[in-house]
């Protein structure tokens, strides 16, 4: 890998007592997409909350072009599990958020904004609800609104869990295409093994239950490429117990 532009180093993360992980190291190079794979409740989200710079990990750093930024909001682009868009804004007025919340002025956040409803396939849906939309159209509002937090290092958790099989095939293949024009590079958390091989090159495997007090871990780290997809499904799927 190039130098990396993203990089957790030995993270433990709890909330209050409960501790959740420890030993959370982890690196994304540019343009790469990595993915974070692991069981409901072994504590991906939280990690991410991390990362994002929401809460304080208890120990370790997060580094963003070698520059720490561990507990500092702000400096990595984050969508939420859910798409959470506010219902009764616009869909333009949505994606535009960002930028008013950092000040820009209402109309030239939505002149940005607007100018990139085509990339984002949402051309027509500036003035709808989101109500108004189907959950793909919905999740590449999100994408949008996330983009336009203007980092160059997305986390994304869970983007395509909520479509149906067909729409997440779509969106995951537009993502993957769209991520490399954008010069972005992203931390994607998936339930889907599928999903991983599709998109990733690399994918860490997260193992734990924190609740039942088994503090979660990095079990494995997975290189993905053609060549070697099947053994990287197996083992994602051996890893998730599901095989
Ligand atoms: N805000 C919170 N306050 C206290 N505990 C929390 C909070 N959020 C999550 N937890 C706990 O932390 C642990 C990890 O939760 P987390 O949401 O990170 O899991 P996850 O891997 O994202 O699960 P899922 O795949 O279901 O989204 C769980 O035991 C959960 O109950
Ligand atoms: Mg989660």
Known sequence: MAAPVFEAQDLELAWGDLKVAEG?????????????????????????????????????????????????????????????????????????????????DKRAAREKARELFATFGLEGTEDLWPAQLSGGMRQRAALLRTYLMDNDVVLLDEPFSALDAITRVELRRWFAKMIGELG????????????????????????????????????????????????????????????
């Open 24 to 104: 959370i190291s982890l690196a994304v190079g540019a343009g790469e997409t990595v993915c974070i794979v692991g069981r409901s409740g072994c504590g991906k989200s939280t990690l991410f909350h991390a990362l994002a710079g929401l809460g304080k990990p208890v120990s370790g750093r997060v580094l963003l072009h070698g520059e720490d930024i561990t507990g500092v909001p702000g400096r990595v682009s984050y969508m939420l599990q859910k798409d959470l868009l506010l219902p009764s804004r616009s869909i333009l007025d949505n994606a535009a958020l960002p930028l008013v919340l950092r000040g820009v």
């Open 184 to 243: 972005l590079s992203a931390l994607v958390i998936t339930h889907d093994v599928d999903e991983a091989i599709d998109l990733a090159s690399s994918a860490y495997v997260l193992d734990g239950n924190p609740r039942k007090g088994v503090v979660t871990h990095i079990s494995d780290e997975i290189a993905i490429d053609a060549a070697n997809s099947d053994a990287a499904r197996g083992r994602m799927l051996e890893a998730l117990s599901l095989s």
